[in-house]
T-cell receptor, first 109, second 114 residues
């Protein structure tokens, strides 16, 4: 099983749609979880951390299910500017982060 | 504030040549990471430093790759000799708190080896 797995997409959605991405991780001892965003030909940037109780930042909601080793990201009211690749990130057991390959989102007018 | 700075932004070289990539982390960040990104393998950690000391280099593909951090504001990743399969985007990132906290990425160096 890969350390961090994501559906590569692409997810093609119309403006205003709600879209959800999922991610599974293999290390049950992981304690840190993030979603990063990467625009085409740019560097990854932190979108939000993921907390055990779930957390929201505007139109974005992240949730963690430790029992199932599953992380999700929900985007409401999608904007054209949300088009990007979303990377699920989990800490390894050796003091660094493991990045998923990303899920590509394309929001159409 | 200046973010992580990488140079060059693009590098095209011939197989067998030496390639040196450079990184200046954000001032005050004690952790520095080198990553490689390809379509096939995604973003892979090559090596990371804490206070200029290499902590984990298990991701370095082979002896052709070497990395140094002579001081807190400068690091290099060297490939000698380069091969076409080394073509990728190489990112440098830094963090103030450690490998399991937010990391700030530089713009990357796009390397093409022909």
């Amino acid at each position: 099983r890969k350390e961090v797995e994501q559906d590569p997409g692409p997810f093609n959605v119309p403006e205003g749609a709600t879209v959800a991405f999922n991610c599974t991780y293999s290390n049950s001892a992981s304690q840190s979880f993030f979603w990063y965003r990467q625009d085409c030909r740019k560097e990854p940037k932190l979108l939000m951390s993921v907390y055990s109780s779930g957390n929201e930042d505007g139109r974005f909601t992240a949730q963690l299910n430790r029992a199932s080793q599953y992380i999700s990201l929900l985007i409401r009211d999608s904007k054209l500017s949300d088009s990007a690749t979303y990377l699920c990130v989990v800490n390894s057991g050796t003091g660094n982060l493991i990045f998923g390959k990303g899920t590509k989102l394309s929001v159409k007018p | 504030d200046a973010g992580v700075i990488q140079s060059p932004r693009h590098e095209v070289t011939e197989m067998g040549q030496e390639v040196t990539l450079r990184c200046k982390p954000i001032s005050g960040h004690d952790y520095l990471f080198w990553y490689r990104q390809t379509m096939m393998r995604g973003l892979e950690l090559l090596i990371y430093f804490n206070n200029n000391v290499p902590i984990d280099d298990s991701g370095m593909p082979e002896d052709r790759f070497s990395a140094k951090m002579p001081n807190a504001s400068f690091s290099t990743l060297k490939i000698q000799p380069s091969e076409p399969r080394d073509s990728a985007v190489y990112f440098c990132a830094s963090s103030p708190y450690g490998g399991t906290y937010e990391q700030y990425f530089g713009p990357g160096t796009r390397l093409t080896v022909t």
